[in-house]
């Protein structure tokens, strides 16, 4: 099958949604199917070989991301991959220009709903105005868009019933997870170079992974930091507010305690796992939570907030541990757990492998092609 996935964000930008469909385009690739991108133009410095790009400028309001121009006439390229599915990472304007070239295609269309876009309007919106505002126009919009795609994608099960409870009335929702890479991620990986390099010998070890963004919530956890003694705080990765999160950690008296890593590659990652003791996320965004999921998968207990995704898999005291307001007496429970909730850990993440994912996602892609050919 030939299937191509436009996205709103891609390389040079990494996040959640990059990292999803990176996986996903490898699970369908091993299981013989010819994958395609379209992302937004980056510039000439930062194109990759191989992927085809929308006309774009930079996002003002969040350095790495670029916007597409709208309107411009690129159904010529969705065209001419002669795909059999078109399949959308995001709701914003690339998928508007899927759903446009689909149509007039008439190929098929799914679409995966990554990211709760309401949650980010108070940081990133160009236009300011109250939540209450911009959550209405926000739904309006979404409810607006999921109704076209033949699915729409739910990383985890409270996306889907969120999605229903919010109104958004789809012709179909299928809840299939990005798949984990269960052979990288493993507790026999070894994190003693890591831990050398930042002088973690002896030293119980917090990791968080992930965008340093404002929605995050990452500030909280450096604030329990002055709850939990001997504990080092490693944060891995880079994003709009590490400033804040470093003066939060200067102000919580913890900032020998807080290391900042920036950006890890890929083929590092794993390692940085390893070297810890424990996971930890307060984040109420995720919509799948794949950087607690790799850390399980590495055998790390987790402690996170009891919302979305993460109440979707995590069983408090058996497989991690769920918080509401005390983070610090969850942080401590993950850090002095028992080798059965480790092991109950890895066994969950086992659960999301890149394999099974992509088999859902082929029978969905089956069920949209027939359908199509039915309607012709």
């Not at 991108?37 to 510039?43: E, K, L, R, S, Y």
């Not at 065209?79 to 149509?103: F, T, Y």
């Not at 119980?204 to 604030?223: A, M, T, Y």
Request: charged share 30%; hydrophobic share 40%; with cysteine.
């Amino acid at each position: 099958m030939r299937i191509v996935m436009v996205t709103d964000s891609f390389y040079p930008t990494r996040d959640g949604v990059v990292t999803s469909l990176c996986i996903t385009k490898k699970g369908l690739e091993d299981r013989g199917h010819e994958v395609f991108i379209v992302a937004p133009d980056p510039g000439e410095k930062h194109r990759l070989p191989g992927v085809h790009y929308f006309p774009a400028v930079p996002f003002s309001k969040y350095e790495g991301y670029y916007v597409p121009i709208f309107p411009s006439n690129k159904r010529e390229i969705l065209e001419s991959l002669d795909v059999d599915i078109i399949h959308v990472h995001g709701v914003a304007v690339m998928a508007l220009k899927a759903l446009i070239a689909a149509r007039a295609i008439k190929k098929p269309l799914v679409l995966t709903f990554h990211t709760s876009v309401g949650d980010t309007m108070q940081y990133y919106s160009p236009i300011k105005m109250p939540k209450g505002i911009s959550d209405k126009l926000v739904w309006t919009y979404l409810r607006n868009i999921l109704k076209l795609p033949f699915a729409v994608i739910a990383p985890t099960e409270p996306v889907a019933e969120e999605l229903e409870r919010m109104g958004a009335r789809t012709k179909r929702t299928a809840v299939i997870p990005t798949g984990l890479d269960v052979d990288r991620f493993t507790p026999s990986n070894d994190g003693a170079a890591v831990r050398d390099k930042y002088g973690l010998e002896g030293k119980k070890v917090l990791i968080h992974v992930g965008r340093i963004s404002f929605e995050k919530n990452l500030d909280k956890v450096v604030e329990a930091m002055r709850l939990i003694d001997d504990v080092v705080l490693m944060i891995v990765g880079k994003g709009p507010a590490e400033d804040m999160i470093r003066k939060k950690a200067e102000d919580a008296g913890v900032e020998d305690r807080v290391i900042f890593t920036g950006f890890v590659s890929d083929e590092d990652l794993p390692d940085y796992y390893a070297a810890a003791d424990a996971a930890v996320s307060a984040s109420r965004f995720e919509t799948q939570g794949l950087s607690i999921m790799e850390a399980m998968a590495t055998g790390l207990p987790v402690a996170c907030v009891n919302e979305r995704a993460f109440r979707s898999f995590l069983e408090d005291g058996k497989n991690g541990f769920l918080f509401e307001e005390d983070m610090p007496d969850a942080i401590r429970k993950a850090l002095n757990a028992s080798s059965d909730i480790r092991a109950e850990a890895r066994r969950t993440a086992e659960r999301f492998s890149v394999t099974a994912a992509a088999k859902k996602l082929e029978d969905l892609y089956n069920d949209a092609t027939a359908s199509a050919g039915e309607q012709e």
